[in-house]
């Protein structure tokens, strides 16, 4: 996030094309290449649009740059916490080991709950691997027990496809 630069944002599709992230090393704060070396496309919800699209308006005065620190540089993930109030938010609501990166598993699950095909998510991820992006899929418990079939007894009756039970597709 903190390396997005305004030509990443395509307000035609909404979507944003991660290239780089923002670290730090010896010399300070670098951009440098996303953690699996390759660019991939997010899409960007509705409710974010409006702020973005009035950070993409100012960006020319930012070098760019759609998240900058206080002085007008690159902004490091210390920043960010500390300018979102993040520790304070997360002890308040009583979730103080929640973590930023949290977030992505939960977003993540939020799209597969919402039936984005596995391998998009891992699209969208920069996963290299289906399995990895799997880690990051929780399920409530509620979604596994809605899993169940709803008529049981019909599913397990043993009478075959002639049985009355019509409607439930026979076992081949």
Not at 7 to 21: A, G, M, S
Not at 61 to 72: H, I, K, Q, S, W
Request: hydrophobic share 35%; proline share 6%; with cysteine.
């Amino acid at each position: 996030m903190s390396g997005c630069r305004a030509h990443d944002i395509d307000t035609t599709t909404w979507t944003w094309n991660v290239r780089r992230q923002t670290t730090p090393s010896p010399g300070g704060l670098v951009d440098k290449a996303t953690k699996g070396k390759r660019a991939r496309v997010v899409p960007l919800i509705e409710e974010v649009r409006p702020m973005v699209a009035e950070l993409v308006a100012r960006s020319s005065l930012t070098d760019g740059r759609l998240f900058v620190g206080p002085r007008g540089g690159r902004i490091s993930t210390a920043v960010l916490r500390d300018a979102t109030h993040w520790d304070e938010i997360v002890e308040s609501i009583g979730l103080g080991y929640l973590r930023r990166h949290d977030l992505r598993h939960t977003g993540l699950t939020w799209m597969a709950d919402a039936g984005v095909p596995v391998h998009i998510l891992r699209k969208i991820a920069g996963h290299g691997s289906l399995s990895t992006t799997q880690r990051y899929l929780h399920p409530n418990h509620d979604a596994i027990l809605g899993a169940s079939p709803t008529r049981c007894d019909t599913c397990m009756d043993t009478a075959g496809p002639d049985s009355a039970a019509t409607d439930v597709p026979a076992r081949t």
